[in-house]
């Protein structure tokens, strides 16, 4: 039986496959040991979310979890709006909408959608500066980006000699010390 991804595992795939080995690693750790001010900003930024306070509304769901058996993929969603059927991905800030990000929303909207609910609208929230993004609700071509990266991280071979890393995320990573593909500056 193939174990389930991650839909939050989709973003870090894309950044540097290797990244989700180093963050299971560390996940038993206090966060305060490893994550910057950006990670630590970013939890903040879903603390409402997660305790599911941050609407008393019935009709958004927010912070509940979620799965596709087509994808094979479980997760949670931030925010959905059940009346409206607007999904939205909420970060603490966005400066560019990467990949990783549309994947994590794009998966997100084929659970919703395979759990019976009916998505006709999905968007990010960027909560410091207060903008949303609208994004077009994924078509078959998204799909099948999505199934396609879902395919490579569960063949990812983390001993994989021929792995390469773009040196600008590496910079970025919390993990770079740990990394040996990581050659510091």
């Given at each position: 039986?193939?174990?389930?991804?991650?839909?939050?595992?989709?973003?870090?795939?894309?950044?540097?496959?290797?990244?989700?080995?180093?963050?299971?690693?560390?996940?038993?750790?206090?966060?305060?040991?490893?994550?910057?001010?950006?990670?630590?900003?970013?939890?903040?930024?879903?603390?409402?979310?997660?305790?599911?306070?941050?609407?008393?509304?019935?009709?958004?769901?927010?912070?509940?979890?979620?799965?596709?058996?087509?994808?094979?993929v479980i997760g949670r969603i931030d925010l959905f709006d059940v009346d409206k059927g607007v999904l939205t991905e909420r970060k603490n800030k966005i400066?560019?909408?990467?990949?990783?990000?549309?994947?994590?929303?794009?998966?997100?909207?084929?659970?919703?959608?395979?759990?019976?609910?009916?998505?006709?609208?999905?968007?990010?929230?960027?909560?410091?500066?207060?903008?949303?993004?609208?994004?077009?609700?994924?078509?078959?071509?998204?799909?099948?980006?999505?199934?396609?990266?879902?395919?490579?991280?569960?063949?990812?071979?983390?001993?994989?000699?021929?792995?390469?890393?773009?040196?600008?995320?590496?910079?970025?990573?919390?993990?770079?010390?740990?990394?040996?593909?990581?050659?510091?500056?």
């Open positions: 039986m193939e174990q389930n991804v991650v839909i939050s595992n989709l973003n870090d795939f894309i950044f540097c496959p290797r990244s989700i080995y180093f963050h299971n690693i560390y996940c038993s750790f206090d966060e305060k040991l490893y994550q910057t001010t950006y990670q630590t900003k970013g939890k903040n930024a879903h603390k409402n979310i997660d305790a599911q306070k941050y609407s008393t509304k019935k009709t958004i769901l927010e912070g509940i979890d979620i799965y596709s058996e087509e994808l094979g400066n560019i909408l990467y990949e990783g990000y549309y994947l994590q929303i794009y998966a997100q909207c084929f659970c919703l959608i395979e759990m019976g609910y009916s998505v006709n609208k999905i968007r990010f929230y960027s909560v410091s500066d207060n903008k949303i993004y609208n994004v077009n609700l994924p078509r078959d071509v998204e799909k099948s980006r999505l199934k396609e990266v879902i395919r490579q991280m569960r063949l990812f071979d983390f001993n994989n000699k021929n792995f390469t890393q773009n040196p600008n995320k590496c910079k970025m990573c919390i993990y770079k010390e740990l990394c040996d593909y990581y050659k510091g500056e």
